[in-house]
């Protein structure tokens, strides 16, 4: 619970025609309380390796949970260039397709443009984690591909919906 209050100084006001002054002092409490929620992911763990987290958890003292964002945060960290570029056009691909997903009246093909621009990206990250660097290219410039088309019939489909709804009246 945080409790806020102001105060105003003395005010003082003068009136023109008594010339006399006055001052007012007047305080407002304000009481808000707050609840505060860790947000939370839920990490499914294999039978198989429950008991390692545990061990894990007993040896290092430390929770699972931050043991693993410590884990992300070092990964992220020795991302190598190329590898963060596949990432950044992997986040890219998903911003825009759920941005398209979020509109009204657009082709379904647009979404499927997208979804093969996705798979394109995971499958080039899992090619260059594996070291096949040929194959990571050729992933990489279809996912590539993809994505632009799908931009580009985005935007045609953009103007042909605004086309038709000039030619109903409706803009």
């Avoid at 209050?5 to 023109?16: D, L, P």
């Avoid at 693993?68 to 992220?76: K, N, Y």
């Avoid at 190598?80 to 890219?92: A, D």
């Avoid at 093969?116 to 990206?121: D, P, T």
């Amino acid at each position: 619970m945080i409790g806020v209050s102001y105060r105003t100084a003395a005010r003082q006001c003068q009136n023109a025609d008594t010339a006399r002054e006055f001052s007012t002092e007047f305080a407002v409490e304000y009481t808000y309380m707050y609840t505060w929620f860790m947000p939370n992911k839920t990490l499914y763990v294999k039978d198989a390796d429950l008991p390692m987290f545990e061990q894990a958890q007993e040896q290092l003292g430390d929770s699972v949970s931050s043991m693993f964002a410590e884990f992300l945060r070092e990964r992220m960290a020795n991302l190598r260039p190329e590898e963060g570029r596949i990432v950044e056009l992997l986040h890219e691909i998903g911003h825009a397709r759920d941005a398209a997903n979020k509109e009204r009246n657009l082709p379904v093909f647009i979404d499927a443009e997208y979804a093969e621009a996705e798979a394109c990206g995971n499958k080039a990250l899992k090619s260059f984690q594996r070291g096949d660097v040929r194959k990571t290219k050729v992933l990489f410039y279809a996912a590539s591909t993809y994505r632009d088309k799908a931009e580009r019939d985005l935007k045609e489909a953009r103007a042909f919906n605004q086309k038709i709804a000039e030619m109903l009246g409706r803009a």
